[in-house]
């Protein structure tokens, strides 16, 4: 399970390579800033990263396949959220370039 509250360590994990990075508006002219990690163990398992670029520091929002598969997780926040398609569809594209 993706843990809310905790801040996500993957950019400074050997274990994760990072592939890029997109932003979304999230109102009042505030960006989110996304980030698609690939583990260096297993090229289909993925990492989603949010970061509001506050104090509050980066927060896994996903672990998804590319392909898709059976190992994906969203963080509780995300599962409903009305921007997932589009941001997941934009993690895959990074996933899969």
Do not use: E, K, N, S
């Given at each position: 399970m993706i843990e809310p509250r905790q801040r996500d360590t993957t950019a400074d994990s050997p274990d994760w390579v990072r592939l890029d990075e997109f932003y979304i508006g999230?109102?009042?002219?505030?960006?989110?800033?996304?980030?698609?990690?690939r583990s260096t163990t297993d090229p289909e398992l993925h990492r989603l990263v949010s970061d509001e670029m506050t104090s509050a520091g980066p927060r896994l929002i996903a672990v998804f396949t590319e392909p898709p598969g059976d190992r994906e997780e969203w963080?509780?926040?995300?599962?409903?959220?009305?921007?997932?398609?589009?941001?997941e569809r934009q993690a895959r594209a990074l996933a899969c370039a």
């Open positions: 999230i109102g009042g002219g505030d960006r989110l800033r996304l980030t698609v990690f963080h509780p926040a995300w599962r409903t959220d009305q921007m997932r398609p589009t941001v």
